[in-house]
Each structure stands twice: as structure tokens, then as C-alpha cells.
Nanobody
Framework: QVQLVESGGGLMNPGRTIRLSCVAS????????IGWFRQAPGQEREHISC????????YYSDALQGRVTTSRHDAEKTVNLMIDNLRPEDTAVYYC??????????????????WGQGTQVTVPS
């Protein structure tokens, strides 16, 4: 069965760098792009990033621009997300997702087929 499992979340102090990981199983990553999203309470889900099979990367969040990096490691079936200089506004549930595409979208697009369960990132004030 298709599974996407996020890890690495938790309580993180402001200013720290966090690395989230997404481990995929049950499908061929060669046919899918992998995205990261986040959703804070009462807010819409925000598209953060996307990575192709060749590790071409796209970013969509103005709030995270310059602080975020995604990397794809298909041999390990893992896609990482790093966020630098964490802020309280980064508090959200972070999700990885997979979609049957060859290339990442040019703009934010929440229409991804498979989703992980999410991992909570909490940055206190």
C-alpha cells in the first residue's frame, strides 16, 4: 500500500533549523513529484515545495522563501525539508505528498494524490 511517513517534527525553539523527512513506500517514485505542505489552525493549507525525480526543486511559500530547502533521495525513498531560522509563525502541521507528474507545478497546487499523516512543528513565542 502507498505510504508517506513524515518525521522530525516537535517543539523547536525560535532560530533553530529543523529537518523533516518523508519516507515513501508502495509506489514507484520515478513517476511522482514529492511536495511539502503545511497547515496552521484556521488557515488554508500552504504549498511549500516540490521535488522531481531528478531533484529539480520548486518553492512556493513567500513566508519561507530563503529559509527552506527540499532534497530528494530516491535510493532511500526519502524527501527532506529543511527550514532555517524557525519562527513562531512556522507552527503548523507539515505534510509530504506525492503526485503523478513529471515536473513540479509553476505555482502552488494542492492537488496531490497521496498524503502523509503530517508531523506537528511547534515554535514557541
Amino acid at each position: 500500500q502507498v505510504q508517506l511517513v513524515e518525521s522530525g517534527g516537535g517543539l523547536m525553539n525560535p532560530g533553530r533549523t529543523i529537518r523533516l523527512s518523508c519516507v515513501a513506500s508502495g509506489f514507484d517514485l520515478n513517476y511522482y513529484v514529492i511536495g511539502w505542505f503545511r497547515q496552521a489552525p484556521g488557515q488554508e493549507r500552504e504549498h511549500i515545495s516540490c521535488a522531481t525525480k531528478s531533484d529539480q526543486r520548486s518553492y512556493y511559500s513567500d513566508a519561507l522563501q530563503g529559509r527552506v530547502t527540499t532534497s530528494r533521495h530516491d535510493a532511500e525513498k526519502t524527501v527532506n525539508l529543511m527550514i532555517d531560522n524557525l519562527r513562531p509563525e512556522d507552527t503548523a502541521v507539515y505534510y509530504c505528498a506525492a503526485d503523478f507528474r513529471a515536473w513540479c507545478p509553476d505555482q502552488a497546487d494542492p492537488d496531490f494524490e497521496y498524503w502523509g499523516q503530517g508531523t506537528q512543528v511547534t515554535v514557541p513565542s
